[in-house]
């Protein structure tokens, strides 16, 4: 099956410091890539949908010059969280998707990147 | 809208004993159906979903999920239980206008196998 990785698994960092996040699809071209944020003991909340070259529909209450995201070629997405403070603590996942045929889209996810801000 | 309910926080269910995981949908057309698998500090994995056809969907490692238009459910079984089953297993629906691909996933329910 299709593949996803994201980088890195898990980052510590101080508050106020920017800390990217990469998510490729490794065997596909991803012609849409989305990000999700999940705490704990709850479900996946989608943050933003990015297409290859244009710019991320963001989901309403997700600050969009916080959560930079470029989808700068077919195999390669990055959530840039900017300015990182203590309640940005939390796991993100990416997942891809590319449609064998119209209507048919399944998403893959990555494993996910653990963030944590002191 | 579209909206997902897992009515259940936790199923346990000892090893051997077929196991089902609950899913209600809401759409406002025809949906597509996902149920995805989450294990400790992972990613989901994908397990199968509903698109069209028959009823009654396969998927990895042995589970199976039949969609139910007139109760509008999707819930995941297995014949027996294996304790490497016990993850979070996520429900998920997708209307299905043409290109737009926002999905929606319940709240997860965890699933408990018992040696």
């Known amino acids: 099956g299709a593949v996803v990785s994201q980088h890195p698994s898990w980052v510590i960092c101080k508050s106020g410091t920017s800390v990217k996040i990469e998510c490729r699809s490794l065997?596909?071209?991803?012609?849409?890539m989305f990000w999700y944020r999940q705490f704990p003991k709850q479900s996946l909340m989608l943050m933003a949908t990015s297409n290859e070259g244009s710019k991320a529909t963001y989901e309403q209450g997700v600050e969009k010059d916080k959560f930079l995201i470029n989808h700068a070629s077919l195999t390669l997405s990055t959530l840039t969280v900017t300015s990182a403070h203590p309640e940005d603590s939390s796991f993100y996942i990416c997942?891809?998707?590319?449609?064998?045929?119209?209507?048919?889209?399944?998403?893959?996810f990555g494993p996910g990147t653990r963030l944590l801000v002191l | 809208a579209q909206s997902v309910a897992q009515p259940e926080d936790q199923v346990n269910v000892a090893e051997g004993n077929p196991l089902t995981v609950k899913c209600t949908y809401s759409?406002?057309?025809?949906?597509?159906l996902f149920w995805y698998v989450q294990y400790p500090n992972r990613g989901l994995q994908f397990l199968l979903k509903y698109i069209t056809g028959d009823n009654l969907v396969k998927g990895s490692y042995g589970f199976e999920a039949e969609f139910n238009k007139s109760q509008t459910s999707f819930h995941l079984k297995k014949p027996s239980a294996l304790v490497s089953d016990s993850a979070l297993y996520f429900c998920?629906?997708?209307?299905?206008?043409?290109?737009?691909?926002?999905?929606?996933f319940g709240i997860g329910t965890k699933l408990q196998v018992i040696p």
């Open positions: 997942s891809a998707s590319s449609p064998p045929s119209p209507g048919q889209e399944t998403q893959y």
């Open positions: 759409v406002s057309g025809n949906p597509y």
């Open positions: 065997d596909f071209q991803a012609t849409t």
């Open positions: 998920a629906v997708r209307d299905r206008p043409g290109g737009y691909q926002k999905v929606t």
